[in-house]
């Protein structure tokens, strides 16, 4: 019996251990989402009619249904899809996001716009149902357009 220490190391055996380790990349996709979706930026020339500028930029479009004319800010459809599209803007007396539709498509107001206090943001999601060659426009009313990003998420409807 030892009593108040250590004893000296003793041998008593030995222990084996076998695992086995799988290294695997995550698969996360890195549109947010939908696999059917774009989000697009406005960077340069933002007015109130053109909240995503004469020069959007696209962090990704994943859908071929829509092309977007840069110089109108039209987005036009080529098939038939339903697609929620989520707006937010910066700037000056923001009061609200507007959605014109045309050739058909059918908007329906998922969430009010909602601006801050101040007016110098606002937000408002929709949801739009779009035929082959449909559109959508998408202007602001403010005195200025300091920022804007546009979210789409595309269904294909059959």
């Known amino acids: ?3 108040g220490g250590n004893a000296s190391a003793v041998t008593l055996g ?3 251990v076998d695992y086995e380790v799988d290294l695997l990349t995550p698969q996360n996709e890195s ?8 989000l697009y930026t406005g960077t340069t020339g933002m007015t109130a009619a053109l909240p995503l500028g004469t020069a959007p930029t696209s962090a990704f479009s ?3 249904f829509l092309s977007l004319d840069t110089s109108t800010g039209v987005f ?3 098939a038939k ?4 599209i989520a707006v937010y803007c910066q700037g ?3 009061t609200n996001i507007g959605f014109a539709s045309g050739g058909g498509s059918v908007l329906t107001s998922l969430i009010p716009a909602i601006a801050d206090a101040a007016a110098t943001s606002i937000s408002r999601v929709v949801k739009v149902q779009l035929y082959p060659g449909s559109t959508i426009d998408i202007s602001a009313t403010a005195t200025t357009v300091t920022s804007c990003v546009a979210r789409f998420g595309i269904y294909e409807l059959s």
């Open 1 to 3: 019996m030892i009593v």
């Open 14 to 16: 030995e222990l084996w």
């Open 31 to 38: 549109t947010g989402g939908s696999s059917l979706s774009a």
């Open 62 to 64: 994943n859908f071929p």
């Open 76 to 78: 036009t459809s080529s």
């Open 81 to 84: 899809v339903s697609a929620e």
């Open 92 to 94: 000056t007396n923001l």
